[in-house]
């Protein structure tokens, strides 16, 4: 899969000589005309794509399926397709290491238009995470306004905003 953007977080200057912990993680994409299955957080006031971090060993695919289901409750997930991986270096707020490498691995799928139960892990109850039917570009237009008119942004809206410009420029 192609890398489509390498981030640098504005606290990060430089690797040199610092502890990196490697995250993996997949993000879903499942578009219907001009609307996208998205989250929306409210506690940072945007809209992500369905995903996350993968379990140690476990396949791509197979996790992004799992994420999906888990964070959407969608159904009969077919014709998924690899779409390019989005790495980012941010800062680490843990004992244990300085940096974070995110490494986003996208894919394309379909789902049906119905979604089912979510099963969404506490912290994402908690940050008021919801899945809907979006239509991308005003999905957009709010993160952008997200960005710069708002003091809850999280560390994930500059990603997940260039991915649903990708997306639109790409596939819509």
């Given at each position: ?49 369905p995903g996350g971090g993968l379990d140690k060993d476990e396949d791509y695919v ?45 894919y394309t799928c379909t789902v049906s238009d119905e979604l089912g139960a979510c ?54």
């Open positions: 899969m192609h890398i489509l953007k390498t981030h640098y977080h504005p606290e990060i200057k430089t690797l040199t000589n610092k502890s990196i912990f490697t995250r993996l993680a997949t993000r879903s994409i499942a578009i219907k005309g001009n609307n996208i299955l998205l989250l929306y957080t409210k506690r940072y006031e945007d809209y992500s794509l197979n996790g992004m399926i799992r994420e999906l289901v888990e964070e959407t409750g969608a159904k009969n997930i077919t014709n998924i397709k690899p779409f390019g991986v989005y790495e980012e270096y941010r800062p680490w707020h843990k004992t244990d290491y300085d940096i974070q490498h995110m490494i986003s691995y996208c099963k969404m892990e506490t912290y994402e109850i908690n940050n008021g995470m919801s899945a809907k039917w979006v239509n991308i570009f005003e999905a957009i237009k709010h993160n952008e306004n997200t960005m710069a008119n708002s003091n809850k942004k999280g560390m994930s809206i500059e990603r997940e905003t260039f991915l649903l410009k990708h997306i639109a420029a790409q596939l819509i």
